[in-house]
Structures are given as structure tokens and as C-alpha cells.
């Protein structure tokens, strides 16, 4: 394996969807509750939210770098993810739809851009083939 440029380090205490989660640095300590729609008292954070808030964030970034290194201003650009938890087999899956924006570029610019942050990304690269993904450009120049 491949040595880590950077580990970040999360524990989960209490019971797991209903208990509580913090990074080893501190800096994220959140109790959990899970989903009114799943039958729990919701008013908290989930699993999904978390998941959904990465996946935006890493995106994001790796388009932002795909369109420095392109010369490309995107304008205000953003990354809008929704992760939904379904039932498979016997357990659960998720699936993520990924909205982008991209105000600053023209749609072909802006598609192409779209697919290599796509191909880059870690989480793209962590769900490809384990969970639906569907990437959207919903605005450009």
C-alpha cells in the first residue's frame, strides 16, 4: 500500500447512528441521531450528511485544481452533493448525485473540466463501481 500523505483519524462511540463522532484533533465532535425517515428522532447529524459534505468538499477541489491547471476561471463555483441511503439485498447502499456549478465557464469548457475532476477526485475514485454516482453540470457561463 501506498504510504498515506495525509490520515485523518474519526471514532464512533455510543450506538453508532445514535451516539457520537470526533476526530482525533478535535476539531469535529458531533452526537448523531438517526433520520426521522429511518424511524429515529432525527435533529442531528448522520452518516449521510458527513459522507454528502466530503464528497462536496473533495470534489470541489479536485475541480478547482483540474481548472487552475487548465487556466480556467470557474467563477463562484460549487459542488452541491446528495447522498441517499437505500435498501440492498439485505443490508443498506447509498448513492450520491453530485450538482456542479460552474458560473465562470462555458458549458464544453466546463463538461470536460467536470469529467477529469471526476477521474481524479479520491471519493469518485473510492465509489467507482460501489455505488451509483451521477454527476450533473447544472449552470455555466
Known amino acids: 500500500m501506498e504510504q498515506a500523505l495525509y490520515v485523518a483519524n474519526a471514532v464512533s462511540s455510543g450506538e453508532g447512528r445514535n451516539g457520537h463522532v470526533a476526530t482525533g484533533d ?5 452526537d ?3 433520520q426521522k425517515e429511518l424511524g429515529g428522532p432525527g435533529g442531528k447529524a448522520n452518516p449521510e450528511q ?5 464528497y462536496a468538499a473533495c ?5 478547482q485544481m483540474i481548472a487552475r491547471q487548465a487556466k480556467v476561471d470557474l467563477g463562484d463555483s460549487t459542488v452541491e452533493a446528495s447522498v441517499g441511503i437505500h435498501k440492498q439485498g439485505d443490508g ?3 448513492s450520491a448525485i453530485l450538482e456542479v456549478s460552474t458560473p465562470g ?3 464544453s469548457v466546463a463538461e470536460g473540466l467536470v469529467a477529469k475532476a471526476h477521474e481524479v477526485c479520491p471519493y469518485s475514485n ?12 447544472v449552470q455555466t457561463a
Open 32 to 34: 448523531l441521531a438517526i
Open 92 to 94: 443498506f447502499g447509498l
Open 59 to 63: 470534489f470541489h477541489s479536485a475541480l
Open 50 to 54: 458527513l459522507f454528502a459534505a466530503g
Open 105 to 107: 465557464a462555458e458549458r
Open 126 to 137: 473510492a465509489t467507482r463501481g460501489n455505488i451509483q454516482v451521477e454527476v450533473d453540470l
Open 26 to 30: 478535535g476539531i469535529i465532535a458531533l
